[in-house]
């Protein structure tokens, strides 16, 4: 099965920095990786899907990019209300897995 | 447009039976695939498998011996169960929609979730 590796666990930085997360998968799977967004105590929000469309009502400071076995996650500008642990999934077939999380907090 | 409402046991002892149940509203059965996602305490999301209307099945490798879900159309519901369930399944329970295009493969990412459900296992 598909590994979902992603880098870093945990980030720090400063309201109106601009912030990457990357997701990696063992094998190709195109673009059909989405990323997910999940406040402290929250259900998981969708972000992206097909590895780059935003979901209808995301803020445009989140992007992201990527195909095959290698993506990012992009927050132009990080803002308060974006503190949260953010995931990648594969859904290019069954098993639909997560990757780890890298949880972004404000310095 | 589509809500998903779950519900279910919170607490149950070693070798017991967890078994959840979700409930879809707004929106049809068809065109999707209804899935099962845990996550224990302080660690990250688990996928657990999912069901579409036809009553296909897809499950991790990790739990495939121990998990069934299972449809009702008719309640326009679909349910989990966890068998033998000990510590280290407990966790919060999600369930969320994941659609699918017509020749049946998964798109869009999963759009919409339940409000999760805490199961915890103790003696």
């Known amino acids: 099965d598909i590994q979902m590796t992603q880098s870093p666990a945990s980030l720090s930085a400063s309201v109106g920095d601009r912030v990457t997360i990357t997701c990696r998968a063992s094998?190709?799977?195109?673009?059909?990786l989405a990323w997910y967004q999940q406040e402290p105590g929250k259900v998981p929000k969708l972000l992206i899907y097909?590895?780059?469309t935003l979901q209808s009502g995301v803020p445009s400071r989140f992007s992201g990019s990527g195909s095959g076995t290698d993506f990012t996650l992009t927050i132009s500008s990080l803002q308060p209300e974006d503190v949260a642990t953010y995931y990648c999934?594969?859904?290019?077939?069954?098993?639909?897995?997560f990757g780890g999380g890298t949880k972004v907090e404000i310095k | 447009q589509v809500q998903l409402q779950q519900w279910g046991a919170g607490l149950l002892k070693p070798s017991e039976t967890l078994s959840l149940t979700c409930g879809v509203s707004?929106?049809?059965?068809?065109?999707?695939?209804w899935s099962w996602i845990r996550q224990p305490p302080g660690k990250g999301l688990e996928w657990i498998g999912d069901?579409?209307?036809?009553?296909?099945?897809n499950y991790s490798p990790s739990l495939k011996s121990r998990v069934t879900i299972s449809r009702d159309m008719s309640k326009n519901q679909f349910s989990l169960k966890l068998t033998s369930v000990t510590a280290a399944d407990t966790a919060v329970y999600f369930c969320?929609?994941?659609?699918?295009?017509?020749?049946?493969?998964?798109?869009?990412?999963?759009?919409?979730w339940g409000q999760g459900t805490t199961v915890t296992v103790s003696s």
């Open positions: 969320a929609r994941i659609r699918v295009t017509i020749f049946g493969g998964y798109y869009y990412g999963m759009d919409v």
């Open positions: 707004g929106g049809s059965f068809s065109g999707s695939y």
């Open positions: 069901i579409n209307q036809s009553g296909t099945t």
């Open positions: 094998q190709g799977i195109s673009d059909y």
């Open positions: 097909e590895a780059s």
């Open positions: 999934q594969k859904y290019n077939s069954a098993p639909l897995t």
